[in-house]
């Protein structure tokens, strides 16, 4: 599947009722929100108080990217306030079990996800506990940083191994994704990709979510 979602850290905030409407009457499918807690990375975003205008406005399911340390504090109310997937790092945590389960339990899609710099194969044993897993193109904590090639193998390293056990489990890169690597994202066999800037900053981000689909 080709998903595109945009993350709303790059929307102007200022018009945040209106950037949800422009998403909503768009073809995105999802809609990404970074939470930074400052300390898992060098930048603090937003927390709950933004999921009430979203849960509120967007007809789009909110798929949250925890960048934070000590995850299982928070998923579980991350999932109250209304997401759809609720994501989280796996180098934030000893074991990813205990808060991959407390998110399952609410009938949340989950999503384990990795820095540049963890090593791919470090996702591997959790291909089938997962709906998702995420391979950050960036290091996460900024909008707007330029992709990193690198991350094309890792895609296809795990589409092969999905594949090859018959899992269903989709593959979302994040990160510097733009109308440039779309496609060869795709090729990769990515299923979902994250773009703030490259939506936000383009002068028509309806029409620039239609090309990052093709
Ligand atoms: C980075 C975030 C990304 C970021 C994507 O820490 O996790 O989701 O907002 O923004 P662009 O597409 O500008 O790299
Ligand atoms: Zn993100």
């Known amino acids: 599947m080709n998903y595109i979602a945009p993350s709303i850290l790059s929307a102007d905030f200022a018009r945040l009722g209106e950037e949800i409407e422009m998403l909503n009457r768009s073809a995105a499918d999802l809609i990404h929100v970074d939470v930074m807690d400052g300390v898992f990375v060098p930048n603090i975003s937003f927390g709950f108080p933004i999921m009430e ?3 509120k406005l967007a007809r789009k399911p909110l798929d949250v990217h925890l960048m934070i340390t000590d995850p299982i504090r928070y998923v579980e109310r991350f999932c109250d306030a209304g997401a759809w997937c609720v994501g989280f790092h796996l180098e934030a945590v000893e074991d990813p079990m205990p808060a991959l389960e407390l998110i399952r339990k609410k009938g949340v899609k989950t999503c384990l996800t990795i820095n540049p710099d963890i090593a791919v194969e470090r996702l591997l044993p959790y291909l089938d506990k997962v709906d998702i897993v995420m391979l950050m193109s960036v290091f996460a904590g900024f909008g707007g940083q330029k992709f990193i090639p690198e991350t094309l193998d890792k895609v296809r390293l795990l ?7 018959g899992l269903k489990t989709w593959i979302e890169v994040d990160g510097g994704v733009n109308k440039d690597n779309a496609p060869l994202l795709w090729k990769s066999g990515a299923d979902i990709l994250v773009a703030g800037s490259s939506v936000f900053r383009s002068t028509y981000p309806e029409e620039t979510i239609l090309e990052l689909k093709q």
């Open 159 to 165: 589409r092969k191994e999905i594949d090859a056990r």
């Open 53 to 55: 205008p979203l849960k």
